[in-house]
């Protein structure tokens, strides 16, 4: 079973895939998480958006190597869970998902949340509704690039 999880950045996937697994493995199965963060292209090969590296468009992502790990994993695990805010965007990595979990949170939320964000220092407001507007039109379920 591989499952997808999407939602914009601070909705909460990371912590329903743990938790999922954790549920999965408590009752004997095998699972594998991958997060679609550690599948993201050399920074030098990241677009700018002002003077951010765009980890928010599909040309941040390794797809290619998603893809491959996630038909990998598929070998090994009884759940493969996968993560991101692009999880839907890739034709050929949304088609392995058995199911596909959309998590939602409305804007002020979203921003709210995004604020409190420390890993990347402090976030002007024009990038988080950047963050916001790039999930709107890459990161819901069915999105034809």
């Known amino acids: 079973m591989i499952i997808g999880i999407g939602g914009v950045s601070r909705s909460g ?3 329903l895939a743990l938790q999922m697994k954790a549920t999965y493995e408590a009752k004997g199965h095998t699972v594998v998480v ?12 990241i677009p700018l958006v002002r003077d951010r590296v765009d980890w928010e468009c599909p040309e ?14 598929a070998q090994r695990a009884d759940y493969v869970i996968v993560e991101g805010i692009l999880v839907f965007y890739d034709p050929a990595v949304n088609a392995l998902f058995n199911e596909r979990i959309l ?11 995004r604020a409190l964000e420390t890993r990347w ?7 988080r509704e950047y963050v916001w507007e790039s999930y709107l039109k890459y ?6 690039p």
């Open 121 to 127: 220092g402090v976030e002007p407001l024009w990038f």
């Open 60 to 73: 941040s992502m390794d797809f290619e190597r998603l893809r491959v790990a996630v038909e990998e994993a």
């Open 139 to 144: 990161g819901k379920i069915g999105y034809q």
């Open 103 to 113: 998590l939602e949170i409305d804007r002020n939320t979203f921003l709210e949340r």
């Open 13 to 15: 996937k990371t912590t």
């Open 34 to 45: 991958l997060h679609q963060d550690d599948y993201v292209q050399p920074e030098a090969q």
